[in-house]
């Protein structure tokens, strides 16, 4: 079968007048070395093209096809760019501007689209929050990013992020905030900004989240060129083009619903992006129907939720020609039930926000796709798999996953420190993750020796939950992991030891209500179980000890 090739314009759409612009000095960021930069360049993988001239090609090409869908409003590619310059303006009118750190904590929305393209209009760069996160979390972006603005919606379904919007607006007297009704255009009206480029394509474009194994959280500086050679790649990858229409499932702003191919991918080819306001098989299933959805992104515990629904038997989803599938390592089982329950192909995904991204491809015999995680979207996706020493081995062996390539980052911004442990001298990236290479490269992601948790997808930083957790005062140690289950993967449990081993408190519901109401942090980092123990497990070494806690 012939792959599409996408077309892409990047001649920016300049008014002439405006001065040409220098490189955005960013502190805290590590750039590729000009050398691996110059072969990126002249390889074709860094073709030049912005954000915002990739949103240009498509409205160039595309003006009246639907852009983005939510259940309140759909927008034109024509429309979409539109309202994204009018936004821009307001953006710019509050002093918003190249090079700002602005955290976009919204929820799956047409709204969602707007804010991030006006963003990257006037050079600013996003921090793409979860909607999930909660005060905890927003906190920790705005003092990682030294940020200048904030921007959420009033409401969306139960939650209410105003009152967020209020606390950030006086703790952090330089940002601005912004909160928009969804669904209520006139929150940003007047004179559209000029369609200038306002960054480089070798700038910082966004700050994504890394699932992070600290007690802080890092930021992952992608540049335009560096994302765009992916989001591009991954679009041809699978086959889509402007005829292709995606549900939106998990939180946009999750790297995978972005980037694999996602939300930019649908933009590259000119296809349609359809918001999912959660991920029940009621709804997705009823929105495919809707809107004859070709493709979804799901983690493995949204897909199983699916299959195993009733409401597939009622709804007709004929048009589904394809489920990507990753962010956690999907059962073989539930693998071998997609083409005959869900009457379309699978495609396995493994990737992580700071770069990397395996596909398995259409057209792969049937035991590399239900068994295997995929290979590198691209030849110069260097690979390594090595033991604990460092030592490479041998294809079929399982080792750590270590990468470098032309979209893989060569650090977290302003993380010097750990840096040195993330990355090797030669500027591998350490993934954490355990693999085992076959012979054509094709990865299966075995184990993990990051202290991280996955559930379902969800990454969870085990030293964040610990931190919280000891600012309770009748807490005198703690120590969180990850406990296996069939739904998800992986829950959260805590082992914690009471100050007074006497007094049966704190109890499992007060520690939960304790995170959740006084230090306010997202409710997927909130441990699904609390074992309230005397002493934890050790190893030889008097370490804590993880693994046979895990178990
Ligand atoms: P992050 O670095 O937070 O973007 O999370 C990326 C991590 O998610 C990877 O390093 C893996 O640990 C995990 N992951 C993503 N996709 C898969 C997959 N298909 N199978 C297993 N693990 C995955
Ligand atoms: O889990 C991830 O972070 C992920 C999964 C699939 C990802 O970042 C991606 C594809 O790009």
Redesign the pocket.
């Known amino acids: 079968m012939a792959i599409p090739r996408i077309s892409v314009h990047t001649k920016p759409v300049h008014d002439g007048t405006s001065p040409p612009l220098s490189p955005l000095r960013l502190d805290g960021v590590v750039d590729y070395p000009a050398e691996f930069a110059a072969q990126y360049r002249e390889k074709g993988y860094w073709i030049g093209q912005t954000h915002s001239a990739l949103l240009d090609s498509a409205v160039s090409a595309h003006p009246d096809r639907p852009a983005v869908v939510d259940p309140r409003r759909t927008v034109t590619y024509a429309e979409l760019s539109e309202r994204v310059q009018v936004i821009a303006g307001a953006f710019a009118a509050e002093g918003l501007g190249r090079g700002d750190r602005v955290i976009v904590h919204m929820p799956n929305t047409v709204e969602y689209v707007e804010v991030v393209f006006a963003l990257f209009e006037i050079g600013a760069l996003p921090v793409f929050a979860l909607a999930a996160h909660r005060s905890a979390e927003i906190h920790q972006f705005c003092t990682a990013a030294t940020a200048r603005g904030y921007v959420t919606v009033d409401k969306f379904g139960l939650t209410s992020y105003g009152d967020l919007a209020t606390e950030i607006d006086t703790d952090f007297p330089e940002v601005s905030t912004f909160v928009i009704p969804v669904g209520d255009e006139s929150w940003a009206a007047g004179r559209p900004l000029p369609r200038v480029d306002r960054s480089l394509p070798s700038d910082v474009a966004f700050l994504q989240l890394?699932?992070g194994t600290t007690g802080t959280p890092k930021l992952i500086p992608r540049t335009h060129d560096d994302y765009l050679y992916s989001v591009r790649e991954s679009a041809r990858i699978c086959h889509i083009d402007s005829s292709s229409v995606m549900l939106a499932v998990l939180p946009i702003s999750h790297?995978f619903t972005m980037s694999s191919p996602g939300l930019l991918g649908m933009i590259a080819v000119g296809g349609c992006v359809v918001m999912a306001p959660d991920p029940s098989p009621d709804t997705c299933l009823r929105l495919i129907e809707e809107h004859a959805v070709t493709h979804a992104a799901l983690v493995p515990p949204v897909l199983i939720a699916w299959l195993n629904s009733s409401a597939l038997a009622d709804r007709d989803i004929s048009s589904l020609e394809s489920v990507w599938v990753?962010?956690?390592?999907?059962p073989e089982e539930a693998a071998r039930r997609v083409a005959p329950e869900l009457g379309c192909t699978l495609t396995?995904?493994?990737?992580?926000?700071?770069g990397l991204v395996n596909y398995t491809r259409i057209g792969d015999d049937d035991a590399t796709i239900t068994t295997t995680?995929g290979r590198p979207i691209s030849p110069d996706d260097e690979v390594r798999v090595v033991d604990d020493a460092g030592v490479p081995v041998a294809d079929g062996l399982a080792g750590h996953l270590q990468t470098r390539g032309p979209y893989t980052i060569r650090g977290y911004y302003r993380a010097p420190e750990h840096n040195r442990k993330a990355f090797t001298a030669d500027g591998f990236y350490a993934?954490?993750?355990i693999v085992v290479r076959d012979p054509r490269g094709y990865l299966t992601?075995v184990g993990?020796s990051k202290d991280q948790i996955?559930r379902g997808g969800e990454?969870i930083a085990p030293a964040m939950v610990e931190n919280h957790l000891l600012a309770h005062h009748e807490i005198h140690d703690v120590s969180v992991v990850g406990i296996p289950d069939d739904a998800l993967g992986e829950r959260i449990c805590a082992y914690v030891i009471r100050r007074d081993p006497e007094s049966g408190t704190p109890t499992a519901s007060q520690l939960r209500a304790f995170l959740r109401t006084e230090r306010q942090v997202a409710a997927y980092t909130i441990p699904d179980r609390f074992e309230f123990v005397t002493e934890f497990p050790t190893t030889s070494v008097g370490k804590i000890d993880k693994k046979s806690q895990g178990s």
């Open positions: 890394s699932g790297n990753g962010g956690a390592k999907l396995q995904v493994f990737g992580m926000a700071e995680q993934t954490g993750d992601v993990r996955n990454k």
